[in-house]
């Protein structure tokens, strides 16, 4: 594809942390070319370099310091395909109105992710979902469309839990989170109140991951009436998510119940072979290995593995028979590049060599 | 009790963390008076001020500043009543030689814990356990006897359990830990290991909790001939254990199969109504409540919480249906108090209390 | 004093991290009633319990839960004594128009701190300065007054200074601070700038410590005229300002050139002799020693040093020559209690017993 | 040089943090070739991967792994040019073995530094004082050499300081240092230590930032008799040295008092011009700009810029006038890469560069 011409796009929201991410990852990206951002009323009308307040560690990008922020209204100058990662108070609203107007709308946000008719998708897991956007579109009578990620807290444990499902089938999963604190956004936490401590409690997190489990390991089930929807995974998730000292990198103690019996071998091999599609392994922004095991007794951790394969991979380890349910491990992902700005960045990708964009 | 003469007490392990807490808890203890102090070669001899490198809040207390540090080897010097808070590397041969010569060891070490003929007591949950040292002295042929507390991670747990076991019965328990540094002692956890980190391993911790869990929530079958040995509980366990920024304070996760029905109300109701035995409320360091129950929907926090009731209460939030089991629930217990030093010293009182010290 | 009524007080700004601690100090206070609470629109009307946000370790007092928050507006109701912690962007506004109706404000605002004719106050180090308030009321006919108490990171310092400066004269100060987070109130310090980081800027910070110290180490000049006012003191003063990964206490590194000769013994002696006049002594939140040296080699700390003589000392350690000035040392000191709402209570203290409030 | 042969290399102290470091660094070096390892007795006749616990991020090289680790001792069989990053307790005895038996030795230890005929060398600084070897070898009649860099805290502060005695003389020098924990070594600071925590005494550090910066900062005085020595700057240097929780990057508060007035933009332009000799800045390791300014109101910070200049640079920010000394301003640099591993490195390559090696 090097010949052709990138195409324009933008960010809803890029002045967030989750914003952040995006204009870092879509710096040098082959395909996209970084042209339009916008944001809340408060940043419109300044540059980015002024109206962002950059959180990242690496230098903001070049090409993004001097773009003008744009009110999150669809004016007919935002490119056609634009990333959000909006509060979700505002992103029911401001994706509708994009999604009407013609713009195919990669959130990052929760707010639709749950609808009948909109994909929630990771591609190595679930690209055929995309398929739903047919029925979106007309249902709903939108020249454009919303595909949708998951929650960062869902991600790396649907990532482990795919391979599972698929080879001997799931019947239970429980998950136990220590979360980052990065996934608030900014400013986010306050330091009092995660100094020395660990917040038990995290509003809607563990309801979006036991839904969302249950819709990305779910099968679309198509029928000529309406272009399909999807029937969850029949199995039961139940989640008890917190909030620690950490900056990037959910970490997640996870068991599991199997439909069929397995090894400890057996199952270490489904995570190993596992792999994308070709034409997602494929994408700029995939993970080499969308699965890494690691051998330690004491890993994944933080510190060490959250920017495994560039943030894209889920990394897994410690897997021990369960005397609760039948297996335990943990997995480990990057909460803002695989759980939000990777993950809609891969989602868009998707949909461009899937000739949704066209 | 008022007018009783205190018994002499001492501590062996007296410089670590949890000896440091035993001696913080044993000033001006009602019924103990704290009069030697025993710690490896390298503190013998010396002063327990230039000894021990004091790491708690408070200060040192000043009847121990001057006592002597003794060598850990029965010379008939030391009293009768012995805490012990060894490095479980020295502990199996240490705390032997102390019982065999005649010495009541109180031990917060995991050597003798799971042996069968060795009291695991939490007084508020299974005071009748102390019954076991006749076997143990009859069969071993020890003068003195060893009486054993939980791991501090099992304690908060087994606490929350023991109402749910007795009300309605346990089938399965789930847990995952979010564990303080003060945990491993000190100097312990490396800086460099643990900020802006997880470690989702703790070297055998998870045995211990499963185990441990299942002979505190056990029965005690006496039959003639050989005074009795426990019966572990018959529910299964399966514990996550995790090592996170947190200087006291063992936050758990918590999820449950019970073996009948109940609502949401009456598992609050076993808890709010949860009591020790009337023997047991009456000693010193026994908390007015073991179970506290947090209304607000992010508690317990090892920040706010830790030190309800001195830290010798088990509290507990978030009781909510689990998809998985029946219930899922947050616990949190100090676990250098309840969890070490507080439940030795509560264990020596039940024993005093009960007459095992006469 | 035991027999008299209490004097009721209020609080401007009560749901702040200061008003809290206010709120937590005047709990059994023995001559302070706080029965009146002031907090911004979003509180107003609601009950304090539900209206803060309580952050401090230990319990919300049961007498404040339930006292109505009001609007911080002069409508007759509020008592004769407010404690102020507002934010300085409406402290110049609010805490005029309650000094012009009658009441007298104990102000822990940097607002009024420099004006000519408002009294700053460290009740052991410059007691006298409060006179100032003759002329304030005079010269701005308000039936009321300010009194303030100086900025977190000044106290410290200059309780340490202030006996250097009597017994040897202070010819130049160099301080470089390491502030904890709750001295940017909350939400304040967001975790994702401070987590494993330092940030070597506090607004306005240097400027207030430098100005400050100078006003509190100087002399009132009475004159038949106008009733004095404060010349500042004739030395150089330079604050470097630091933010770092605590929750309470600012510690600080000091260089002093003095304009006498001194011995360390002398310093230490200067310190050690240290005393508050008999007047200020026996205030009820007066700290029995103003100053505590202490001996060890890494010491103060925050962690083990903050809360001495309840937060109320300035805690010094380390002195030892400076190859540049002449003396260097470290002190510490409570930035929400001494450098705040302990700083407050002890001037409004010192104001009632000097017949200020009558 | 590319054509030429790699000059083989070994690591005396492989296993510690800086050793680490040390292997990381030369990973795919254009000189040098890491062929040799060599640690404590503890570590000797395993393979680096077994014997070390690697705690960096990034992964330790391939390269490396499989080295087997030898004991410290010249038994004919190490390279020639050695780093050495021992514990100070021993690098005395190691370091001059290796010295005397034919072996350049880079150190990074404390133990010969202030030696009268040891080169103490920063080469954007000082290279020049790299011809003290000469005599060092006659006097001491080594066949080797020993070559040493700064102290972590001294480094940056020099680097800073050296363009402004350069050019506007210097008189008097104040530092304060916020120490990461990194510079401890590894286990190095308990959590328990530092967490919440500020501990304002490091030992032997404050005399070594005073001494090293004035050997750095004076001048080779050659004379026939002696192959010369270097007298130290004459400017008094002050050090108050503090450790907080950071994993990486001291960030030091300096005050400078100056010869010769200079304005903020001269002082900013001194900086901004300052470079290293020509021979220095082609060497491999060399940053390409040695001092990088900050504009913003609160940098340097270590989470955003330690890492500039893949950590060989010093940034500077926040110049201002000092009312007690001249200008102040903050450093920062990268402890265990300029400070330690990087600085080495960066000596070698000057060795070499400068035929010393031949």
Redesign the interface.
């Known amino acids: 594809m090097s010949v052709m011409k990138k195409l324009e796009v933008g960010i809803l929201g890029a002045t967030g942390?989750v914003g952040q991410r995006l204009a870092s990852l879509l710096e040098n990206h082959p395909w996209f070319d970084l042209r339009w951002l916008g944001a809340s009323d408060r940043s419109s009308g300044k540059k980015y370099a002024e109206a962002c307040n950059w959180?990242l560690?690496d230098a903001m990008p070049a090409g993004a310091r001097s773009l003008l922020v744009n009110d999150c209204v669809p004016d007919g100058k935002a490119p056609q395909l634009l990333f959000a990662s909006l509060d979700s108070k505002v992103a029911g609203e401001v994706e509708g109105a994009f999604a009407r107007s013609g713009h195919a709308v990669v959130s990052n946000s929760s707010y639709y992710r749950m609808e009948r008719d909109v994909p929630l998708v990771i591609p190595e897991v679930n690209p055929g979902h995309l398929a739903l956007v047919r029925a979106q579109r007309r249902e709903r009578g939108w020249s454009g469309m919303i595909v949708t990620n998951p929650n960062c807290t869902t991600v790396g444990l649907v990532m482990s839990l795919a391979p599972l499902d698929r080879t001997f089938g799931l019947a239970?999963?429980?998950m136990?989170s220590?979360q980052a604190?990065?996934g608030a956004g900014?400013?986010?936490?306050?330091?009092?109140?995660?100094?020395?401590?660990?917040?038990?409690?995290i509003?809607g997190e563990e309801e979006k991951v036991?839904a969302e489990t249950r819709k990305l390991l779910g099968s679309l089930d198509a029928d000529s009436s309406h272009d399909g929807h999807v029937k969850s995974g029949e199995f039961?998730?139940?989640a008890?998510c917190?909030r620690?000292?950490?900056?990037d990198g959910h970490?997640e103690?996870v068991?599991v119940a199997l439909r069929s019996k397995a090894t400890p071998g057996e199952v270490l091999a489904a995570w190993q072979e596992f792999q994308a599609p070709s034409e997602v392994r494929s994408l700029p922004s995939a993970p080499r290995r969308p699965i890494v095991i690691r051998g330690e007794?004491?890993?994944?951790?933080?510190?060490?593995d959250v920017?495994t394969e560039h943030g894209m991979a889920a990394v897994v380890?410690?897997l021990r028979p369960?005397?609760?349910?039948d297996y335990?491990y943990?997995v480990l992902s990057h909460n803002t590049i695989r759980g939000a700005a990777g993950a809609a960045l891969l989602n868009a990708e998707l949909m461009k060599a899937g000739g949704y964009l066209d």
């Open positions: 942390m959180r560690g239970k999963v429980m136990t220590m604190v990065s900014y400013p986010g936490v306050p330091t009092l109140d995660i100094l020395g401590n660990v917040i038990p409690y509003g036991e039961a998730v139940s008890h917190n620690v000292l950490v900056e970490t103690t068991s007794a004491d890993r994944p951790q933080p510190k060490f920017n380890g410690r369960c005397p609760v349910l335990k943990v």
